[in-house]
């Protein structure tokens, strides 16, 4: 899939930021709003039109300006900001005479360095922790369940906050660590849960209840809140 133009497009009398991306794999134009991207993404199939896009968008205008109007206020990483780590929130806070990139500590990310890389830098500590943090998570509860995962990476990814590859590969979207620690604690059970069965049976329901007691909580949450995530950074 290839990004072919973003631009400005008036959406109830307010421009509205539309990327346009096309696939070979479509089978139709679609339409969503993306809370990541802060803006509109249109897919188009291969041979469709930009015009053809914007004629979909134009129908569902005012489903989509509900959406933006919904959408959670942006939280970028800058010097004073409050970010949540596993629930709990961080001032990022720029360190003059010291080395080290960026750790936690205090209820403070600290961050050293020119201002220009403190983004960067609070992004890749934030990784590093999320790496460390669901990693452990996940294979203590591997271990509980008698199963080993291959490995387990962390992506940036916008629609799914967990996933388990048929070789047994987990993936975590790194912004869970973010969330509070039940919120995690389901997601990695759920993804754990997957190892044994690839399917959403009843089997894997019964897995996945003794692999983490809050699905109903985290999923509530995700629900509610997910979407300020992917604000933030």
């Not at 039940?182 to 690839?198: I, K, P, S, T």
Request: glycine share 8%; net charge positive; proline share 4%.
């Amino acid at each position: 899939m290839n990004e072919l133009v973003t631009e400005l497009v008036p959406v109830r009398g307010e421009l509205a930021s539309v990327a346009f991306k096309r696939s070979a794999r479509a089978r139709k134009i679609s339409l969503r709003v993306d809370a990541a991207q802060g803006g509109i993404v249109i897919t188009l199939p291969m041979r469709a039109s930009r015009k053809a896009g914007l004629s979909l968008l134009q129908t569902h205008e005012d489903w989509v300006a509900e959406r933006l109007a919904s959408m959670p206020q942006a939280l970028p990483f800058v010097a004073g900001a409050v970010v949540p780590i596993s629930g709990v929130g961080h001032v990022i806070t720029p360190v003059s005479d010291a080395r080290g990139g960026a750790w936690v500590a205090e209820g403070r990310v600290y961050v050293t360095g020119s201002p220009e890389f403190l983004s960067r830098r609070v992004a890749d500590c934030l990784k590093r922790l999320a790496k460390q943090k669901l990693t452990a998570m996940a294979a203590q509860k591997a271990r509980q369940a008698g199963l080993n995962p291959k490995s387990v990476r962390m992506k940036d990814t916008r629609t799914r906050w967990g996933s388990c590859a048929p070789d047994g590969t987990l993936a975590f979207c790194w912004r869970l660590i973010l969330a509070p620690e039940f919120v995690q604690d389901y997601v990695v059970g759920h993804e754990v849960a997957h190892l044994r069965h690839m399917n959403h049976g009843k089997h894997f329901w019964a897995l996945t209840e003794t692999l983490t007691a809050h699905r109903a909580a985290a999923s509530a949450w995700l629900g509610v809140n997910g979407q300020a995530l992917l604000r933030i950074g």
